[in-house]
């Protein structure tokens, strides 16, 4: 049976330095490579490909990212870099790879986003590869993400300048926080790295969902309008708000990480 942890072991590992609870950079970056390595354990990464990215708290044009080259299993704090919209390292070793800079950098200054995270995730982009990629509110999981999701239906390629981030920002505003994005994978957004990548593991889950109830060849059982409301609008006994959970969900994760591949707060 796995030890469980203590719940401080999820913020600072044994080997994050004494200072790192009290700073917010070092934090971010703490939480982004823990973000990073789950993405292995959960099976959203292609290696050094795709990307995640935070804004360096307190400034809004600057943002943390893994060196392009490091698998995402090896993903430490201590090598995030920094770099601006025109593509410059300005901390750090590495240069940042061109979709980086040309999708992340966009999304984060024109939709707010703190947190911004790609992947080709495997059951969100088989769900994106069919004409009729809608996730549809069919499960308990799925109705969170009802009016949620921008679409883009319009593959156009490897992503070359800094217009294609700002037409993918376009399609999520209103307040949208994950994009689905034909013929190639997913992004989902977030004020913090716990919220960001909760929302992603939890769309995998509901696209697995749908994709394997969709291969019996039977009608889907989509819910009702009143019952996605009920669903999405948390009762007032909750004794535990979205934030709440959303840090839990986390702290869990990297205890989890802790055990399976530790060092990530190095």
């Excluded at 992503?159 to 209103?174: K, T, W, Y």
């Excluded at 997913?186 to 716990?194: E, I, Q, R, S």
Aim: aromatic share 6%; proline share 5%.
């Amino acid at each position: 049976m796995l030890e469980r942890l203590p719940m401080s072991s999820a913020i600072t590992s044994a080997s994050a330095p004494a200072h790192s609870q009290d700073d917010p950079v070092w934090q971010a970056k703490v939480h982004l490579a823990a973000a990073l390595r789950l993405a292995v354990l959960h099976d959203f990464d292609e290696g050094i490909d795709n990307h995640f990215t935070v804004a360096v708290p307190g400034r809004e044009d600057r943002y943390l990212i893994s060196p392009f080259g490091v698998h995402w299993s090896e993903a430490r704090a201590s090598t995030m870099m920094v770099f601006n919209e025109a593509g410059e390292t300005l901390e750090g070793e590495g240069v940042v790879e061109l979709s980086a800079q040309s999708i992340h950098a966009p999304v984060h200054r024109l939709t707010g986003a703190k947190v911004v995270l790609h992947t080709h995730q495997p059951w969100a982009t088989a769900l994106n590869m069919l004409k009729a990629n809608r996730l549809l509110p069919a499960t308990q999981t799925a109705a969170f993400f009802d009016g949620v999701i921008a679409y883009d239906d319009h593959y156009t390629g490897l992503a070359a300048d800094l217009s294609e981030g700002e037409r993918l920002s376009q399609l999520m505003s209103g307040g949208k926080t994950v994009l689905f994005m034909k013929n190639h994978g997913v992004m989902t957004v977030g004020d913090t790295v716990a919220q960001a990548y909760r929302r992603l593991y939890k769309l995998e889950k509901a696209c697995r969902t749908q994709v394997l109830a969709m291969g019996t060849g039977q009608p889907l059982n989509v819910l009702t309008e009143s019952v996605i409301q009920r669903i999405k609008n948390p009762s007032p006994h909750d004794r535990h708000p979205r934030s709440e959970r959303e840090r839990l969900f986390f702290e869990a994760m990297m205890r989890v990480i802790d055990r399976v591949n530790p060092g990530y707060a190095d």
